[in-house]
């Protein structure tokens, strides 16, 4: 029903930036939220950031918060996640998610989330 394909992961040093792309299918992007999650090995599937339809509100995990910024352009059925100042424990496989919803509050945990993507791996070497 609905793909989402993330990209732009790979291996970066301690204090480098990256920045993911997420591209959705469908007719219906600007209707869903959206958020990333990451999972490192062994670990639970940990919040990163959300945002809500027309991109006006933003949320973020504490960890990453001031590092991170998530945007979106519907236009291109596209969610973003740039990542500056990046540490080793940022190492994790990223997942790109969508939420169908009618409530105005974001989000923070993955059961509420419909549809993911393959995730893309982000490897921070120290």
């Known amino acids: 029903q609905v793909q989402l394909v993330e990209s732009g992961g790979g291996l970066v040093q301690t204090g480098g930036s990256l920045r993911l792309s997420c591209a959705a299918s469908?007719?219906?992007?600007?209707?869903?939220?959206m958020g990333w999650f990451r999972q490192a090995p062994g670990k639970e599937r940990e919040f990163v950031a959300a945002?809500?339809?027309?991109?006006?509100?933003?949320d973020y995990g504490d960890r990453v918060k001031g590092r991170f910024t998530i945007s979106r352009d519907n236009a291109k059925n596209t969610v973003y996640l740039q990542m500056n100042s990046l540490k080793p424990e940022d190492t994790a496989v990223y997942y790109c998610?969508?939420?169908?919803?009618?409530?105005?509050?974001?989000?923070?945990?993955?059961?509420?989330?419909?549809?993911w993507g393959q995730g893309t791996q982000v490897t921070v070497s120290s």
């Open positions: 998610a969508a939420r169908p919803t009618i409530y105005i509050a974001l989000a923070v945990t993955a059961n509420e989330y419909k549809y």
């Open positions: 945002i809500s339809r027309s991109g006006g509100s933003t």
């Open positions: 469908g007719r219906t992007f600007s209707s869903y939220h």
